[in-house]
């Protein structure tokens, strides 16, 4: 089964400053996709950026850009420019394309806290 | 606008009674669709996947009959809880994924917090 650990449980960062929360997973498969979810205060849940494993290219989206090091099973999530509205939990999932393969694994997410 | 919509969005019962949560998918036909549970400050644990016209797959340790999951139509399932205890509270969130591919994003429902009194 794979794991999705995230070892920051909380980070900070001052608004226009950039942060980088950190994702690592465990798998034996080579092909599968890694997201993050931003979930605020409503708690909906909110994509942020998808990566897929076979893409050697960092996605970026916006402000949001991923480091992928598959090699590493590392996937970390940088927020550039930071805003007020950027503070909320962050969850790093991993999805499989064997068996349940559209099911999202979560990691134990960061609490992304954004100050003036 | 709303891709998946999850009702109801807070619920309060009695101990012992049912409650019934439902997801519907908006845009498109769904034929699976995912149940979750998230405790304060924790993540989202799936409990089931639900398959549109055969039974769910339950998550290892989720109780299949005390969490009765229903996918009648490719638009909509149900979560039942059944005899509900204080432990049961907690948030429920559903979620589906588009059937065009499997690089789709996963659409949230609001989620149901569950209070059990």
């Known amino acids: 089964a794979q794991t999705v650990t995230q070892s920051q449980p909380e980070m900070s960062v001052q608004e226009a400053e950039t942060v980088t929360l950190s994702c690592t997973y465990d798998?034996?498969?080579?092909?599968?996709?890694l997201f993050w979810y931003k979930q605020p205060p409503s708690r909906q849940m909110i994509l942020v950026i998808r990566?897929?494993?076979?893409?050697?290219q960092n996605a970026t989206e916006n402000r949001f850009s991923v480091n992928f090091q598959k090699a590493a099973k590392s996937f970390s999530l940088k927020i550039s420019d930071s805003q007020l509205g950027d503070a909320a939990m962050y969850f790093c999932?991993?999805?499989?394309?064997?068996?349940?393969?559209?099911?999202?694994?979560f990691g134990t997410g960061t609490r992304l806290q954004v100050t003036l | 606008g709303a891709v998946v919509s999850q009702h109801p969005s807070r619920v309060i019962c009695k101990s012992g009674t049912s409650v019934k949560i439902e997801c519907r998918s908006l845009?498109?036909?769904?034929?699976?669709m995912f149940w979750y549970r998230q405790f304060p400050k924790q993540s989202l644990m799936l409990m089931a996947t639900?398959?549109?016209?055969?039974?769910?797959?339950?998550e290892q340790g989720v109780e299949k009959d005390k969490f009765l999951i229903n996918h009648a139509s490719l638009t909509l399932s149900t979560l039942t809880v059944t005899s509900a205890h204080p432990e049961d509270s907690s948030f429920y969130i559903c979620?589906?994924?588009?059937?065009?591919?499997?690089?789709?994003?996963?659409?949230f429902g609001q989620g149901t917090r569950l209070t059990v009194v």
């Open positions: 979620s589906v994924v588009p059937p065009a591919g499997m690089n789709t994003e996963a659409f």
């Open positions: 798998t034996s498969e080579s092909d599968y996709y």
């Open positions: 990566q897929e494993a076979y893409k050697q």
């Open positions: 999932a991993y999805r499989s394309l064997t068996g349940t393969a559209s099911k999202l694994t």
């Open positions: 845009d498109f036909q769904a034929t699976t």
């Open positions: 639900s398959n549109e016209g055969s039974k769910a797959t339950y």
